[in-house]
C-alpha cells in the first residue's frame, strides 16, 4: 500500500555533512507528521527530528544546531541535512511517517534504514 524509501546514508569524516532522504508513495490520501529516528547498536531507537505538515519541526537536544529537517509535501519527502557529524551520530536512521491512505485509515510507517557511520 504505501513505501518510504530512504537513501543518502554512508560513511563520512568527523566534521563532515550527509543529507538524508525518505520518499512515500502508494495509496497516499494525506501524510501528518514526519520524522526520523536512529537505532546505534545496542542501544534503543530514539526520535532525532520531526516536522508537522506545518513545517513545525522539534529536534533530540543531541543534534540541535547541527542537523535540519525539512519537507517537500508536493513530492511526499523528508529530508535530514547533517552536520558537523560526530562518531556519537553513527546509527541505522529511520525515516516515519503518519500517513491516511485513501481508505481514510491512518497509519504510521517506516523506511528500511539507512546506516550512518561517522568515522575517521
Known amino acids: 500500500q504505501v513505501q518510504l524509501v530512504e537513501s543518502g546514508g554512508g560513511l563520512v569524516q568527523p566534521g563532515g555533512s550527509l543529507r538524508l532522504s525518505c520518499a512515500a508513495s502508494?495509496?497516499?490520501?494525506?501524510?501528518?507528521?514526519m520524522g526520523w529516528y536512529r537505532q546505534a547498536p545496542g542501544k534503543q531507537r530514539d526520535l532525532v527530528a520531526v516536522?508537522?505538515?506545518?513545517?513545525?519541526?522539534n529536534y533530540a537536544d543531541s543534534v540541535k544546531g547541527r542537523f535540519t529537517i525539512s519537507r517537500d509535501n508536493a513530492k511526499n519527502t523528508v529530508y535530514l541535512q547533517m552536520n558537523s557529524l560526530k562518531p556519537e551520530d553513527t546509527a541505522v536512521y529511520y525515516c516515519?511517517?503518519?500517513?491516511?491512505?485513501?481508505?481514510?485509515?491512518?497509519?504510521?510507517?517506516w523506511g528500511q534504514g539507512t546506516q550512518v557511520t561517522v568515522s575517521s
Open positions: 516536522i508537522t505538515t506545518s513545517g513545525i519541526t
Open positions: 516515519y511517517a503518519r500517513i491516511q491512505l485513501l481508505t481514510k485509515n491512518t497509519y504510521t510507517y
Open positions: 502508494g495509496n497516499i490520501l494525506s501524510i501528518y507528521n
